[in-house]
């Protein structure tokens, strides 16, 4: 695999997280420190998961006093699912990322509009890094509270098959615990920015798409001997002027414009710009069949856990339970929108059909405004992804998840309620 020129960010955290392989070409010794923190990173994530599923199977249920340890368990099953989904599609996952830098342009190639792939992937590594290190710290922030605080609990209520209140054995297996909350933070963040990270970098792509298709008529006219203040100034004047001045002052341009060269050139582009649509349309489908059952599992688990978290915040009369609630509360609702935006933001800039109504095609022969209308036809058709074909990722699709979320807490209370009286 070559040096990646966008997505660094997002695969890094995805390989810490041992959800994507390190490349072939790297030396011995790095494959080999690999392995090892791929045994490792995995032994904390089963451990923890097992401990976890055993303490709730054998303890008394208590829905208030064990929702934490509830939802360490949901997170846990949720991310031994991204485990199977990854690396079931990691072939598919390793090709996209590496067609991607293979085939996207980094800026737009008119004279008119500059727009760069820097500031996207830029953000999108930043994104990557930040949240994933975030959670990464978030999840030792509370254990360094508690020793301050002189609380020497296990960091995770667990089920342990020995006696670990004596020294050195109670060190040990509490950093080990703390190293378990770690793994699943860094597999939680890594898996989650994935998806966002992609739609940035597509949605960038599609933005340098449509201002070539609204400005190669002019690119093609320097190319031709036009020079480019005048070809700058008549892509301005050409929404103001009325077009008998117009034609006036702009009649080089003009006798250009009837010069068969300038029909061929000016097709080629259309045709070079129907190919990269055609090849980020394939892209959007390719992320789709990759990444909707991912999708699905974690919108699932995220709404179910807003859903149990609201409810335990109604209930729960323990003030410093509430409040770390409420905490996970704002974050799950935060993580469902960063999913559901970075659909819409994939949708928006891949419906760019008023972008092409920008471009003078009624000054272009009629072969080039058959094409054109073709391709906007084509644009027409929503671009989304979907969570498992039932949900579609765009923002309106936020709002319904909360109103669901808030509809079953306040039917959880009322059962509640009924069955107190």
């Known amino acids: 695999m070559a040096k990646l020129e966008y997505l660094t960010g997002a695969t890094f955290t ?51 006093q064990e929702a934490m340890i509830i939802m360490s368990l949901v997170f846990y099953s949720t991310t031994f699912f991204y485990f199977i989904v990854f690396y079931k599609n990691w072939q598919n996952m390793v090709a996209l990322v590496t067609n991607i830098n293979k085939n996207f342009h980094r800026a737009t190639d008119n004279v008119i509009e500059k727009i760069s792939m820097d500031q996207a992937s830029e953000l999108s590594d930043k994104l990557a890094y930040v949240w994933t290190s975030s959670l990464a710290v978030g999840s030792v922030v509370p254990v360094v509270l508690a020793i301050a605080t002189g609380n020497l609990e296990m960091p995770m209520p667990a ?55 609204k400005n190669n008529f002019y690119t093609s006219l320097i190319k031709l001997g036009a020079e480019e203040s005048i070809v700058q100034n008549f892509s301005k004047d050409i929404k103001t002027h009325e077009f008998r001045s117009f034609y006036i002052k702009y009649g080089n341009i003009f006798k250009i414009l009837n010069n068969a060269k300038f029909q061929t050139l000016n097709r080629a582009f259309l045709k070079r710009n129907i190919k990269h649509h055609k090849l980020l349309l394939r892209f959007c489908e390719d992320l789709n ?84 209308i073709l391709v906007q036809m084509r644009v027409k058709r929503m671009v989304s992804t979907k969570a498992g074909n039932f949900f579609t990722m765009i923002a309106p699709s936020f709002i319904a998840f909360q109103r669901a979320v808030f509809s079953y807490i306040t039917l959880l209370k009322e059962v509640t309620d009924l069955g107190k009286d």
Request: glycine share 4%; aromatic share 20%; proline share 4%.
């Open 14 to 64: 995805l390989k810490c997280a041992v959800l994507y392989p390190i490349d072939s070409n790297n030396p011995k010794i790095k494959k080999i420190l690999y392995a090892v923190w791929a045994i490792f990173f995995i032994l904390t994530f089963v451990t923890g998961f097992i401990q976890c599923f055993v303490f709730v199977c054998i303890n008394p249920f208590d829905l208030v």
């Open 159 to 213: 089920w342990f098959p020995y006696d670990y209140n004596k020294s050195p054995v109670f060190e040990i297996t509490y950093l080990w615990q703390v190293f378990c909350l770690i793994t699943l933070a860094i597999i939680y963040g890594a898996s989650d920015m994935f998806f966002p990270c992609i739609t940035i970098i597509i949605g960038q792509q599609f933005k340098i798409l449509a201002s070539n298709f």
């Open 289 to 372: 069949k990759i990444l909707n059952t991912f999708l699905l599992i974690r919108v699932s688990a995220i709404v179910f856990n807003l859903i149990f978290i609201g409810f335990n915040i109604i209930i729960s009369t323990d003030r410093t339970l509430m409040l770390g609630f409420c905490n996970y509360f704002c974050f799950g609702s935060t993580e469902l929108f960063i999913h559901t935006y970075s659909g819409q933001i994939l949708t928006e800039n891949a419906d760019f059909l008023w972008t092409l109504y920008e471009c003078p095609w009624y000054l272009c022969d009629v072969t080039y405004q058959k094409m054109l």
